[in-house]
Structure formats: structure tokens, C-alpha cells
């Protein structure tokens, strides 16, 4: 399987998603899918809608 991430990154990643209530920095496509993951059964909180949106934006 080919990782997306580094595990540096992985750890980055999940400390800055370890607080619902921040608002993300979404740095790429992979970030997104990533917090979407980790906070999707969260019923919408600031992590979850910051990733959807970076995915959502029209280009
Ligand atoms: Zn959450």
C-alpha cells in the first residue's frame, strides 16, 4: 500500500484535529479526507465543516 502521508505528517495531522471545536488549516485534498474521517460521526463540528468546505469549493 502506498501511504499518502509520511508518518511525521500523520502525526501532525492528528494533533492539529485532536479539538473539535478548532477551525482547520487544510493544506491538501489528503488533509481533508483526512479530518473528514477522524471527525465524521461529530455531527458537523468546526473540523468536520472546515475539511468539507476545502473540498466543496468550486475551482
Ligand atoms: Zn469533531
Redesign the pocket.
Known amino acids: 500500500m502506498n501511504a499518502v502521508a509520511a508518518p511525521n505528517v500523520l502525526t501532525r495531522w492528528a494533533i492539529q484535529a485532536a479539538h473539535?471545536t478548532a477551525r482547520p488549516q487544510i493544506e491538501s485534498m489528503e488533509h481533508a479526507r483526512y479530518v473528514m474521517s477522524?471527525?465524521a460521526g461529530?455531527g458537523g463540528?468546526p473540523?468536520?465543516l472546515g475539511a468539507l468546505a476545502y473540498g466543496s469549493a468550486a475551482l
Do not use: G, I, V
Open positions: 473539535c477522524a471527525h461529530h463540528c473540523q468536520y
